[in-house]
């Protein structure tokens, strides 16, 4: 059982930055692919991004890659997703995700353990 809380989230104007993290419950962090994904209001959660259970290799949605960066610390049982040029479109609840399948865009269905959300707002 793992158990996952965000941290982060908060309201910024377009083209600042935020960092988000995730704790993690449990020995067995390390050992899982983790990953972000998001949900604006009426619309599908949605895959944001992923790494790697020793954070080697790392995937991006298309919408977010080369201005979010996620990362993890074992040590730590923490990853992060570092989001710089936030755009209004980039509104969302963020959701950690801990034990997924790894793939370019793993899907919220093969997700073990969902955090509880943290609200990111981007005013135009």
């Known amino acids: 059982q793992v158990q996952l809380v965000e941290s982060g989230g908060g309201l910024v104007q377009a083209g600042g930055s935020l960092r988000l993290s995730c704790a993690a419950s449990?020995?067995?962090?390390?050992?899982?692919?983790m990953g972000w994904f998001r949900q604006a209001p009426g619309k599908e959660r949605e895959f944001v991004a992923v790494?790697?259970?020793?954070?080697?290799?790392?995937s991006y949605a298309d919408s977010v890659k080369g201005r979010f960066t996620i990362s993890r610390d074992n040590a730590k049982n923490t990853v992060y997703l570092q989001m710089n040029s936030l755009k209004p479109e980039d509104t969302a609840v963020y959701y950690c995700?801990?034990?997924?399948?790894?793939?370019?865009?793993?899907?919220?269905?093969?997700?073990?353990?969902w955090g509880q959300g943290t609200q990111v707002t981007v005013s135009s």
């Open positions: 449990g020995r067995t962090f390390s050992s899982y692919v």
């Open positions: 995700a801990a034990d997924l399948l790894y793939s370019a865009t793993p899907l919220p269905r093969n997700v073990g353990y």
């Open positions: 790494i790697s259970w020793r954070g080697a290799s790392t």
